[in-house]
């Protein structure tokens, strides 16, 4: 189906020169003087090799309509991550470049979106948010405004985030995974 290529998204699929790519990212970019673009990145699912493309907003793209589904992760295995289909309980093994830089958020039991194009994964959508333990980090410094003062963090999955002076060692935060960034205390 022919859209604009200002109607592209993160995860759609689009065919170009009879070659099937992921949207990475799609930017629209209005320039002071000119014709809008949309500047798409894009991931070719047989190779893997990522391209940048610019179209004018107007400009038709081949939009392929792919099977989303709900998925659970179970485990990983070297650069291969097993999920399973939450409705027949079958497993699926996707490549971790597939998933991206979000990999180290999966959790046990974590549901998922995956975009499936003749049986093979073609993208997967996180959730926004993940609840995290911080493992560790430095004492608060008495006498420091809590204004725009962060201090580094090492969550329980590895991953390095600034965080606000009063959080401790042993709290649990809420983390935008797109951003990779503190957003608040869990509240459980």
Do not use: C, H, W
């Amino acid at each position: 189906m022919k859209v604009n290529a200002n109607q592209l998204r993160k995860g759609n699929v689009v065919e170009i020169n009879n070659k099937l790519y992921a949207v990475i990212t799609a930017q629209n970019i209005q320039p002071g003087k000119g014709t809008p673009v949309t500047q798409l990145d894009l991931r070719d699912l047989a190779t893997g090799l990522k391209i940048s493309e610019r179209y004018r907003t107007t400009e038709s793209v081949e939009r392929v309509f792919i099977d989303t589904r709900e998925f659970s992760f179970l485990y990983a295995e070297g650069d291969i991550l097993t999920f399973m289909d939450t409705e027949n309980y079958e497993q699926l093994g996707v490549p971790t470049d597939v998933v991206g830089d979000s990999a180290v958020y999966l959790q046990d039991g974590m549901k998922v979106e995956i975009s499936l194009y003749d049986g093979k994964p073609v993208s997967v959508e996180m959730p926004q948010t993940v609840v995290l333990e911080v493992s560790e980090t430095e004492p608060a410094v008495k006498g420091q405004t809590a204004a725009s003062s962060y201090k580094p963090a090492i969550l329980s999955n590895g991953v390095r985030i600034m965080v606000p002076p009063f959080i401790s060692t042993g709290t649990r935060i809420v983390v935008n995974v797109g951003e990779n960034a503190y957003m608040e205390r869990a509240k459980d």
